[in-house]
């Protein structure tokens, strides 16, 4: 009897504990997974055999290929994820819905990919039936030609979070239910940003990655999100006469500027707490043009806290002071490499126009030249609490920076240097 009870113990222990858990649950485990190995789950059992045909997430990507046939030709792995995807689509519970479809050939986990003409003819009727499924996530990297994305893509009533890559611009774009969209290396003129303003009523978050940005204008009352980045400074913000920002909910703000707008940026962004400003603006390009009317700051006033990274000549810092109004509500204040300590009476200049701010931090990109300070200016933010240095181990004028930084603080009693040192 004491043997029975003893076996009946033991094989409850090895009982497969993780195929009893519900469907949802299992499908929650496997959407975390490659569409490849969530189909393989299939071999384990019976109650895997036909999980991965309701799985309601489905990620492909050339990653899953390049890994396990490595000695295929790059043509002859993409033809293979061509038909694994049509074979996972062809045989999938007709029923059943599909919130997730994912198809990632370019990205930092993929690689750069050429998939010429054999993905091109299979995309499209793969997003077509992934949207007869009341889709609410897509997401397709594509780092090769533009592609030409079916219209429904557009015009997709449940779609709520979008990343393309590569896109044309489509001739109409009514997506009600869009919340975020991600768009990656593409040209988008005004024209296109026009159309998704107003296509898209309930956007709260848009990133605009690389590319062309060749629109000049966006007007939003649901953003509250907004990101444009550039890798490669390929813009062509130097060819635009101004940029204006209008986004009255806006909550944060990430700009790189690698160029430079001849009549300014305008901002108006009243209930913004968070930005993000990288400066790429070359001493070439700033020559040429007339920096007076640089006043990209001046838009930013309302912010609480603020970022500015990036590299830009004195010239610019110069028309960004004199341009600036007062930050009334910035208690928080970083500043990467964008402004040198050469210019640190400058950078003083910039402080009196921040008298609430609290926290300053300051590197580790930086420059400094202690022969070219002949009096360091003094911080006027009575409520400076704290600065922060950051510098690398290897700085041999780092004790400078704080020595400057000691004086320049010495009217305020309640503040205290801190230093964070970084090997990277």
């Not at 009893?20 to 499908?27: E, I, M, R, T, Y």
């Not at 599909?98 to 010429?116: A, I, K, M, N, P």
């Not at 707008?261 to 400003?277: D, K, R, T, Y």
């Amino acid at each position: 009897m004491a043997q029975s009870v003893s076996e009946s113990s033991s094989s409850q222990d090895n009982r497969d504990m993780l195929s009893n858990l519900p469907d949802p649950v299992l499908h929650h485990i496997m959407s975390f997974m490659p569409a490849m190995q969530a189909v393989q789950l299939c071999v384990l059992s019976k109650r895997w055999k036909t999980l991965w045909t309701t799985l309601p997430v489905l990620n492909f990507g050339f990653w899953e290929l390049r890994n396990n046939q490595l000695n295929h030709s790059t043509l002859n792995r993409v033809k293979r994820l061509a038909e694994f995807v049509s074979m996972v689509l062809l045989l999938r519970e007709t029923t059943s819905q599909l919130h997730t479809f994912t198809l990632d050939c370019g990205s930092e986990y993929s690689g750069y990919v050429r998939t010429g003409d054999v993905l091109r003819t299979s995309i499209r009727p793969w997003i077509r039936y992934a949207i007869k499924c009341n889709l609410r996530v897509l997401t397709i990297i594509w780092m090769d030609k533009k592609i030409l994305l079916p219209s429904e893509v557009f015009t997709c009533p449940s779609l709520e979070y979008v990343t393309l890559g590569r896109i044309g611009t489509p001739e109409v774009i009514n997506l009600p239910s869009l919340k975020q969209l991600h768009l990656k290396y593409s040209v988008l003129d005004q024209d296109f940003m026009s159309k998704l303003l107003c296509g898209c009523p309930v956007l709260e978050d848009l990133h605009v990655e690389g590319g062309l940005v060749e629109f000049s204008k966006i007007t939003s009352h649901s953003l509250k999100h907004l990101k444009i980045t550039s890798h490669d400074c390929h813009w062509k913000l130097a060819e635009l006469s101004e940029m204006i920002i209008n986004a009255p909910n806006l909550l944060s703000f990430h700009f790189e500027m690698c160029s430079f707008c001849q009549e300014g940026i305008m901002l108006n962004m009243p209930s913004l707490h968070e930005a993000c400003i990288k400066f790429i603006c070359s001493d070439e390009l700033v020559s040429s043009l007339d920096m007076t009317k640089s006043n990209i700051l001046c838009g930013l006033i309302n912010v609480h806290r603020l970022k500015l990274n990036g590299y830009l000549s004195s010239a610019c810092w110069y028309a960004e002071i004199a341009n600036c109004r007062t930050f009334s509500n910035l208690t928080c204040l970083s500043v990467g490499s964008c402004m040198n300590f050469c210019q640190f009476n400058l950078f003083s200049s910039l402080l009196e126009h921040c008298p609430n701010l609290r926290n300053l931090s300051l590197g580790p990109d930086y420059e400094f030249r202690a022969e070219q300070i002949d009096e360091v200016a003094r911080f006027k933010c009575e409520q400076l609490e704290t600065v922060e240095v950051k510098f690398y181990l290897w700085d041999t004028n780092f004790h400078w920076v704080v020595k400057c930084l000691q004086e320049a603080v010495t009217e305020l009693p309640n503040c205290r240097i801190i230093m964070t040192s970084t090997a990277d």
